[in-house]
Protein backbone atom coordinates (compact mmCIF):
# COMPACT_ATOMS: atom_id res chain seq x y z
CA UNK A 1 0.00 0.00 0.00
CA UNK A 2 1.03 3.31 -0.87
CA UNK A 3 2.45 5.32 1.90
CA UNK A 4 2.54 9.47 1.63
CA UNK A 5 3.40 11.60 4.64
CA UNK A 6 0.76 13.79 6.08
CA UNK A 7 -2.24 11.34 5.76
CA UNK A 8 -4.62 11.15 8.07
CA UNK A 9 -6.00 7.66 9.79
CA UNK A 10 -8.30 6.62 6.57
CA UNK A 11 -9.10 3.58 7.77
CA UNK A 12 -10.60 5.28 11.15
CA UNK A 13 -12.14 7.86 9.61
CA UNK A 14 -13.87 5.62 6.90
CA UNK A 15 -15.54 3.89 9.67
CA UNK A 16 -17.59 6.69 10.34
CA UNK A 17 -19.33 6.62 6.69
CA UNK A 18 -21.19 3.79 5.41
CA UNK A 19 -21.13 4.38 1.83
CA UNK A 20 -17.95 3.70 1.47
CA UNK A 21 -18.80 0.00 2.54
CA UNK A 22 -21.01 -0.36 -0.53
CA UNK A 23 -20.65 -3.21 -3.26
CA UNK A 24 -22.14 -1.73 -6.49
CA UNK A 25 -22.22 -3.55 -9.88
CA UNK A 26 -21.66 -6.97 -9.27
CA UNK A 27 -19.30 -6.64 -6.00
CA UNK A 28 -17.21 -4.31 -6.61
CA UNK A 29 -15.61 -1.84 -3.88
CA UNK A 30 -17.02 1.53 -4.31
CA UNK A 31 -14.50 4.12 -4.90
CA UNK A 32 -15.96 7.14 -4.29
CA UNK A 33 -13.74 10.29 -6.45
CA UNK A 34 -16.79 12.90 -6.95
CA UNK A 35 -16.28 14.77 -3.74
CA UNK A 36 -16.82 18.10 -5.35
CA UNK A 37 -20.04 17.28 -6.12
CA UNK A 38 -21.07 16.12 -2.85
CA UNK A 39 -19.44 14.89 0.22
CA UNK A 40 -20.92 11.51 2.11
CA UNK A 41 -22.23 11.95 5.52
CA UNK A 42 -20.24 10.36 8.69
CA UNK A 43 -22.47 8.70 11.23
CA UNK A 44 -22.57 11.38 13.45
CA UNK A 45 -24.29 13.52 10.99
CA UNK A 46 -26.55 10.57 10.08
CA UNK A 47 -27.66 10.14 14.11
CA UNK A 48 -27.91 14.04 14.38
CA UNK A 49 -30.45 14.35 11.89
CA UNK A 50 -32.15 10.63 13.34
CA UNK A 51 -31.88 12.34 16.52
CA UNK A 52 -33.58 15.67 16.16
CA UNK A 53 -36.67 14.55 14.06
CA UNK A 54 -37.38 11.11 16.51
CA UNK A 55 -37.36 13.81 19.74
CA UNK A 56 -36.86 17.03 19.24
CA UNK A 57 -38.88 18.21 15.80
CA UNK A 58 -40.68 21.57 15.93
CA UNK A 59 -40.92 24.81 14.17
CA UNK A 60 -38.64 27.49 15.36
CA UNK A 61 -38.60 30.98 17.16
CA UNK A 62 -42.35 30.94 17.40
CA UNK A 63 -43.15 28.57 20.15
CA UNK A 64 -43.13 28.11 23.75
CA UNK A 65 -43.47 24.25 24.71
CA UNK A 66 -40.47 22.45 24.69
CA UNK A 67 -40.27 20.68 21.88
CA UNK A 68 -40.27 24.53 20.04
CA UNK A 69 -37.77 25.50 22.32
CA UNK A 70 -35.80 22.24 22.03
CA UNK A 71 -35.60 22.94 18.64
CA UNK A 72 -34.67 26.56 18.38
CA UNK A 73 -31.81 26.21 20.22
CA UNK A 74 -30.34 23.43 18.39
CA UNK A 75 -30.78 25.61 15.15
CA UNK A 76 -29.28 28.77 16.55
CA UNK A 77 -26.77 26.58 18.21
CA UNK A 78 -25.86 25.31 15.21
CA UNK A 79 -25.44 29.20 13.89
CA UNK A 80 -23.24 29.34 16.94
CA UNK A 81 -20.92 26.42 15.80
CA UNK A 82 -20.66 28.62 11.74
CA UNK A 83 -19.65 31.40 13.32
CA UNK A 84 -16.85 29.76 15.10
CA UNK A 85 -15.66 27.89 12.42
CA UNK A 86 -15.41 30.85 9.77
CA UNK A 87 -14.09 32.87 12.76
CA UNK A 88 -17.33 35.48 12.61
CA UNK A 89 -16.83 38.41 14.46
CA UNK A 90 -20.41 38.28 15.44
CA UNK A 91 -23.22 34.77 15.46
CA UNK A 92 -25.58 37.43 14.01
CA UNK A 93 -23.54 37.64 10.86
CA UNK A 94 -24.01 34.04 9.96
CA UNK A 95 -27.38 33.71 7.62
CA UNK A 96 -28.99 30.12 7.12
CA UNK A 97 -29.85 29.53 3.21
CA UNK A 98 -30.67 26.84 1.09
CA UNK A 99 -27.22 26.29 -0.67
CA UNK A 100 -24.77 28.24 -1.96
CA UNK A 101 -26.54 29.39 -4.78
CA UNK A 102 -29.05 31.18 -3.06
CA UNK A 103 -26.26 32.61 -0.78
CA UNK A 104 -25.00 34.31 -3.95
CA UNK A 105 -28.40 35.31 -5.14
CA UNK A 106 -29.06 37.16 -1.96
CA UNK A 107 -26.10 38.98 -2.10
CA UNK A 108 -26.80 40.13 -6.20
CA UNK A 109 -30.35 40.93 -5.01
CA UNK A 110 -29.76 43.06 -1.87
CA UNK A 111 -27.36 45.06 -3.86
CA UNK A 112 -30.10 45.76 -7.08
CA UNK A 113 -32.47 46.37 -4.03
CA UNK A 114 -30.24 48.75 -2.29
CA UNK A 115 -30.07 52.51 -1.65
CA UNK A 116 -27.13 54.69 -2.23
CA UNK A 117 -23.60 53.66 -2.09
CA UNK A 118 -24.39 50.27 -2.33
CA UNK A 119 -26.94 50.32 -4.80
CA UNK A 120 -25.63 48.26 -8.79
CA UNK A 121 -27.31 50.43 -11.32
CA UNK A 122 -26.69 51.24 -15.18
CA UNK A 123 -23.46 53.58 -13.94
CA UNK A 124 -21.67 50.69 -12.09
CA UNK A 125 -19.76 47.92 -13.34
CA UNK A 126 -20.13 44.34 -12.04
CA UNK A 127 -16.63 42.06 -11.79
CA UNK A 128 -16.68 38.02 -12.12
CA UNK A 129 -13.89 35.90 -13.71
CA UNK A 130 -13.99 33.15 -16.36
CA UNK A 131 -13.76 30.42 -14.07
CA UNK A 132 -16.72 30.59 -11.83
CA UNK A 133 -19.54 28.35 -10.89
CA UNK A 134 -22.74 29.18 -12.61
CA UNK A 135 -24.06 29.76 -9.50
CA UNK A 136 -21.37 32.93 -9.79
CA UNK A 137 -22.22 33.85 -13.18
CA UNK A 138 -26.01 33.82 -13.64
CA UNK A 139 -26.69 36.00 -10.63
CA UNK A 140 -24.87 38.73 -11.47
CA UNK A 141 -26.10 38.57 -15.20
CA UNK A 142 -29.55 38.88 -14.06
CA UNK A 143 -28.68 42.15 -12.24
CA UNK A 144 -26.56 43.37 -14.94
CA UNK A 145 -29.86 42.80 -17.20
CA UNK A 146 -32.58 44.24 -14.82
CA UNK A 147 -30.44 47.40 -13.88
CA UNK A 148 -27.97 48.16 -16.68
CA UNK A 149 -24.55 47.64 -14.94
CA UNK A 150 -21.84 46.36 -16.94
CA UNK A 151 -20.68 42.49 -16.44
CA UNK A 152 -16.81 42.22 -16.71
CA UNK A 153 -14.63 39.21 -15.91
CA UNK A 154 -10.87 38.23 -15.64
CA UNK A 155 -9.55 35.94 -17.65
CA UNK A 156 -7.75 32.45 -17.78
CA UNK A 157 -4.13 31.61 -17.98
CA UNK A 158 -3.24 28.50 -20.50
CA UNK A 159 -2.12 27.34 -17.00
CA UNK A 160 -5.38 27.40 -15.22
CA UNK A 161 -5.71 30.25 -13.34
CA UNK A 162 -6.54 34.15 -13.35
CA UNK A 163 -4.89 36.41 -15.29
CA UNK A 164 -4.88 39.69 -13.31
CA UNK A 165 -2.21 41.61 -15.79
CA UNK A 166 -5.25 43.84 -16.57
CA UNK A 167 -6.54 44.23 -12.74
CA UNK A 168 -6.59 48.08 -12.50
CA UNK A 169 -8.53 48.02 -15.77
CA UNK A 170 -11.20 45.58 -14.79
CA UNK A 171 -11.80 46.45 -11.49
CA UNK A 172 -12.24 50.29 -11.84
CA UNK A 173 -13.90 53.45 -9.50
CA UNK A 174 -17.28 52.16 -11.19
CA UNK A 175 -16.92 49.12 -9.40
CA UNK A 176 -19.35 47.52 -7.02
CA UNK A 177 -19.12 44.33 -6.52
CA UNK A 178 -16.30 42.32 -7.39
CA UNK A 179 -17.32 38.40 -6.98
CA UNK A 180 -14.68 35.60 -7.37
CA UNK A 181 -14.72 31.96 -6.19
CA UNK A 182 -11.93 31.03 -3.44
CA UNK A 183 -11.14 27.48 -4.92
CA UNK A 184 -12.21 26.32 -8.34
CA UNK A 185 -14.57 23.62 -8.88
CA UNK A 186 -13.25 22.51 -11.99
CA UNK A 187 -9.54 23.91 -12.02
CA UNK A 188 -8.75 23.04 -8.36
CA UNK A 189 -6.99 26.68 -8.82
CA UNK A 190 -6.53 28.33 -5.19
CA UNK A 191 -7.17 32.11 -6.22
CA UNK A 192 -5.19 35.06 -4.77
CA UNK A 193 -7.38 36.30 -2.71
CA UNK A 194 -5.52 39.36 -1.13
CA UNK A 195 -4.47 40.91 -4.15
CA UNK A 196 -8.07 40.92 -5.47
CA UNK A 197 -9.23 42.39 -2.11
CA UNK A 198 -6.72 45.21 -1.94
CA UNK A 199 -7.87 46.37 -5.62
CA UNK A 200 -11.35 46.43 -4.92
CA UNK A 201 -10.97 48.06 -1.61
CA UNK A 202 -8.91 50.77 -3.29
CA UNK A 203 -12.04 51.54 -5.42
CA UNK A 204 -14.65 51.10 -2.53
CA UNK A 205 -16.24 47.44 -4.14
CA UNK A 206 -18.03 45.00 -2.09
CA UNK A 207 -16.21 41.89 -2.46
CA UNK A 208 -18.53 38.37 -2.24
CA UNK A 209 -16.33 35.15 -2.18
CA UNK A 210 -18.01 31.89 -2.96
CA UNK A 211 -15.75 29.81 -0.31
CA UNK A 212 -17.87 26.08 -1.28
CA UNK A 213 -14.72 24.36 -2.26
CA UNK A 214 -12.74 26.07 0.31
CA UNK A 215 -15.31 25.32 3.24
CA UNK A 216 -15.04 21.56 3.10
CA UNK A 217 -11.09 21.42 2.40
CA UNK A 218 -9.15 24.29 4.57
CA UNK A 219 -9.51 26.53 7.75
CA UNK A 220 -11.73 29.29 6.96
CA UNK A 221 -11.31 32.30 8.25
CA UNK A 222 -13.64 35.12 6.91
CA UNK A 223 -11.87 37.98 9.06
CA UNK A 224 -8.68 36.98 7.62
CA UNK A 225 -10.00 37.11 3.97
CA UNK A 226 -10.94 40.64 4.22
CA UNK A 227 -14.58 39.90 1.94
CA UNK A 228 -18.30 41.51 2.91
CA UNK A 229 -19.85 38.55 1.58
CA UNK A 230 -18.50 34.55 1.91
CA UNK A 231 -20.55 31.60 0.64
CA UNK A 232 -20.44 27.83 0.92
CA UNK A 233 -22.48 25.11 1.49
CA UNK A 234 -23.41 22.39 3.81
CA UNK A 235 -23.47 19.29 1.66
CA UNK A 236 -19.67 19.48 0.60
CA UNK A 237 -18.49 19.36 3.88
CA UNK A 238 -20.26 16.34 5.37
CA UNK A 239 -23.24 18.07 5.94
CA UNK A 240 -26.80 17.09 4.73
CA UNK A 241 -28.11 18.80 1.52
CA UNK A 242 -30.79 21.62 1.84
CA UNK A 243 -28.51 23.86 3.91
CA UNK A 244 -26.02 26.85 3.08
CA UNK A 245 -24.24 29.34 4.91
CA UNK A 246 -24.11 33.39 3.75
CA UNK A 247 -21.30 35.63 6.31
CA UNK A 248 -21.29 39.35 5.29
CA UNK A 249 -20.35 42.18 7.50
CA UNK A 250 -22.89 43.31 10.16
CA UNK A 251 -22.99 47.01 8.81
CA UNK A 252 -23.88 46.00 5.49
CA UNK A 253 -26.83 43.72 6.58
CA UNK A 254 -27.92 46.24 8.97
CA UNK A 255 -28.41 48.55 5.86
CA UNK A 256 -29.62 46.49 3.21
CA UNK A 257 -33.11 45.09 1.96
CA UNK A 258 -34.18 41.79 2.28
CA UNK A 259 -34.27 39.24 -0.85
CA UNK A 260 -37.09 37.55 0.16
CA UNK A 261 -40.52 38.58 2.41
CA UNK A 262 -42.75 36.31 4.84
CA UNK A 263 -42.76 35.23 8.21
CA UNK A 264 -40.32 35.62 10.94
CA UNK A 265 -38.00 38.14 8.93
CA UNK A 266 -40.63 40.96 10.39
CA UNK A 267 -40.96 42.88 13.07
CA UNK A 268 -44.28 44.58 13.00
CA UNK A 269 -46.43 44.39 9.80
CA UNK A 270 -49.76 46.27 8.65
CA UNK A 271 -52.10 46.09 5.62
CA UNK A 272 -49.87 49.07 4.59
CA UNK A 273 -46.34 48.05 5.41
CA UNK A 274 -43.87 46.61 7.23
CA UNK A 275 -40.95 46.85 9.13
CA UNK A 276 -38.02 43.84 9.66
CA UNK A 277 -36.25 42.00 12.63
CA UNK A 278 -32.35 42.33 12.80
CA UNK A 279 -29.80 40.60 11.12
CA UNK A 280 -29.36 37.50 10.36
CA UNK A 281 -33.80 36.36 10.80
CA UNK A 282 -34.03 39.45 8.23
CA UNK A 283 -32.91 37.58 5.68
CA UNK A 284 -34.39 34.31 6.42
CA UNK A 285 -37.92 34.24 5.81
CA UNK A 286 -40.32 31.59 6.59
CA UNK A 287 -39.53 28.15 8.15
CA UNK A 288 -35.73 27.70 7.81
CA UNK A 289 -34.25 24.65 7.42
CA UNK A 290 -33.94 22.94 10.95
CA UNK A 291 -32.85 19.78 10.40
CA UNK A 292 -30.40 20.65 8.08
CA UNK A 293 -28.45 23.07 10.27
CA UNK A 294 -28.42 20.87 12.99
CA UNK A 295 -26.69 18.18 10.66
CA UNK A 296 -24.70 21.49 9.69
CA UNK A 297 -23.61 21.77 13.14
CA UNK A 298 -22.76 17.89 13.61
CA UNK A 299 -20.78 17.81 10.11
CA UNK A 300 -18.82 21.38 11.86
CA UNK A 301 -18.14 19.21 15.55
CA UNK A 302 -16.90 16.29 13.35
CA UNK A 303 -14.41 18.23 11.25
CA UNK A 304 -13.36 20.21 13.81
CA UNK A 305 -12.63 16.88 15.57
CA UNK A 306 -9.96 15.50 12.98
CA UNK A 307 -8.70 19.73 12.29
CA UNK A 308 -8.73 21.53 9.40
CA UNK A 309 -5.27 21.86 8.98
CA UNK A 310 -4.70 17.77 9.06
CA UNK A 311 -7.58 18.01 6.68
CA UNK A 312 -5.72 20.31 4.37
CA UNK A 313 -2.45 18.20 4.61
CA UNK A 314 -4.21 15.18 3.74
CA UNK A 315 -5.65 16.56 0.50
CA UNK A 316 -2.41 17.90 -0.27
CA UNK A 317 -0.72 14.89 0.00
CA UNK A 318 -3.29 13.27 -2.21
CA UNK A 319 -3.29 15.58 -4.68
CA UNK A 320 0.31 15.90 -5.48
CA UNK A 321 0.37 12.28 -5.60
CA UNK A 322 -3.11 12.30 -7.98
CA UNK A 323 -1.19 14.60 -10.12
CA UNK A 324 2.32 12.39 -10.42
CA UNK A 325 -0.24 9.32 -11.42
CA UNK A 326 -2.24 10.95 -13.69
CA UNK A 327 0.58 12.65 -15.57
CA UNK A 328 1.63 9.07 -16.42
CA UNK A 329 -1.36 8.07 -17.64
CA UNK A 330 -0.71 8.54 -21.93
CA UNK A 331 -2.86 11.00 -23.82
CA UNK A 332 -4.44 12.23 -20.35
CA UNK A 333 -4.41 16.10 -19.94
CA UNK A 334 -4.84 17.98 -16.65
CA UNK A 335 -7.09 20.69 -17.05
CA UNK A 336 -5.81 23.62 -14.67
CA UNK A 337 -2.67 23.60 -12.67
CA UNK A 338 -0.67 21.03 -13.27
CA UNK A 339 1.47 21.13 -9.74
CA UNK A 340 -0.01 20.39 -5.62
CA UNK A 341 1.10 24.26 -4.92
CA UNK A 342 -1.86 26.98 -4.52
CA UNK A 343 -4.84 24.09 -6.02
CA UNK A 344 -7.51 22.28 -4.06
CA UNK A 345 -8.17 18.46 -4.39
CA UNK A 346 -10.55 18.43 -7.06
CA UNK A 347 -8.50 17.55 -10.78
CA UNK A 348 -10.20 17.86 -14.41
CA UNK A 349 -8.92 15.92 -17.41
CA UNK A 350 -9.26 14.53 -21.09
CA UNK A 351 -8.72 11.28 -22.01
CA UNK A 352 -7.11 11.73 -26.03
CA UNK A 353 -10.45 12.12 -27.71
CA UNK A 354 -12.40 10.09 -25.70
CA UNK A 355 -15.64 11.63 -24.62
CA UNK A 356 -15.90 12.50 -21.12
CA UNK A 357 -19.09 11.17 -20.79
CA UNK A 358 -17.65 7.34 -22.14
CA UNK A 359 -14.86 8.01 -20.03
CA UNK A 360 -17.35 8.12 -17.23
CA UNK A 361 -19.62 5.29 -17.56
CA UNK A 362 -16.62 2.72 -17.99
CA UNK A 363 -14.81 3.79 -14.88
CA UNK A 364 -18.65 3.36 -13.49
CA UNK A 365 -18.69 -0.33 -14.15
CA UNK A 366 -14.92 -0.66 -12.55
CA UNK A 367 -17.34 1.01 -9.34
CA UNK A 368 -15.10 4.11 -9.84
CA UNK A 369 -17.02 7.30 -9.13
CA UNK A 370 -15.93 10.34 -10.86
CA UNK A 371 -18.22 13.68 -12.27
CA UNK A 372 -18.32 14.29 -16.00
CA UNK A 373 -19.34 17.57 -18.25
CA UNK A 374 -18.42 20.88 -18.07
CA UNK A 375 -18.95 20.87 -13.74
CA UNK A 376 -21.63 23.83 -13.97
CA UNK A 377 -18.04 25.79 -15.06
CA UNK A 378 -18.85 26.26 -19.45
CA UNK A 379 -17.16 29.04 -19.92
CA UNK A 380 -14.06 27.11 -18.76
CA UNK A 381 -14.77 24.50 -21.23
CA UNK A 382 -14.89 27.21 -23.63
CA UNK A 383 -12.01 29.13 -22.87
CA UNK A 384 -9.96 26.21 -23.16
CA UNK A 385 -11.98 24.04 -26.74
CA UNK A 386 -13.26 21.05 -24.83
CA UNK A 387 -16.68 20.00 -24.91
CA UNK A 388 -16.31 18.75 -20.99
CA UNK A 389 -13.84 16.99 -18.51
CA UNK A 390 -13.59 14.21 -15.97
CA UNK A 391 -13.21 15.38 -12.86
CA UNK A 392 -11.44 13.47 -9.65
CA UNK A 393 -11.98 14.93 -6.30
CA UNK A 394 -10.63 14.15 -2.84
CA UNK A 395 -11.80 14.22 0.51
CA UNK A 396 -10.67 13.52 4.44
CA UNK A 397 -11.58 9.78 3.44
CA UNK A 398 -9.64 9.26 0.11
CA UNK A 399 -6.77 6.86 0.20
CA UNK A 400 -3.81 6.27 -2.11
CA UNK A 401 -5.48 3.46 -3.34
CA UNK A 402 -8.35 5.09 -4.51
CA UNK A 403 -6.23 7.11 -6.91
CA UNK A 404 -4.15 3.83 -7.87
CA UNK A 405 -7.87 1.94 -8.75
CA UNK A 406 -8.33 5.63 -10.52
CA UNK A 407 -5.54 5.02 -12.91
CA UNK A 408 -5.80 1.24 -13.19
CA UNK A 409 -9.57 2.23 -14.15
CA UNK A 410 -8.43 5.15 -16.78
CA UNK A 411 -6.20 2.13 -18.36
CA UNK A 412 -8.63 0.06 -18.81
CA UNK A 413 -11.10 3.03 -20.44
CA UNK A 414 -7.93 3.37 -23.49
CA UNK A 415 -7.77 -0.28 -24.15
CA UNK A 416 -11.55 -0.53 -24.09
CA UNK A 417 -11.44 1.99 -26.79
CA UNK A 418 -8.40 0.84 -28.64
Same mark, same amino acid.
Given at each position: ??Q ?11 KD ?6 L???G ?25 Y?R ?5 ? %? ?13 ? #? ?10 A???DE?I ?6 E????V?N???WA ?34 A ?5 G ?26 L ?9 P ?6 RA ?18 P?D????Q ?15 G ?11 E ?5 L #????M ?15 H?F?A ?10 ? #?A ?8 G ?13 Y ?6 Q ?5 I ?7 ? %????I ?7 H ?9 E? #??A? %??G?H????V ?10 R?S??L ?20 FG
Open positions: MTLPGLLDTEAIRFPVLDRVHDKKLVYLDNAATSQKPRQVLDALSEYEHNANVH %RGVHVLAEEATAMYE #GARDKVAEFVNPSRVFTKNASSLNLAMLGDEPYRVDHETEIVITEMEHHSNIVPWQLLAQRTGKLKWFLTDDGRLDLSDINEVITEKTKIVSFVVSNILGTVNVEAIVRQEVGALVCIDASQAAPHMLVQALADFVAFTGHKMCGPTIGVLWGRQELLDLPPF #GGGEIETVSMHSSTYAPAPKEGTPPVAQAVGL #GAIDYLNAIMDKILAHEHALTEAVQRLQVPDLKIGPTTAED %RGAASFTLGDIPHDVGQVLDQ #GIV %RVHCARPCLRYGIPATTAFYYSTPAEIDALVEGLEHVRNF
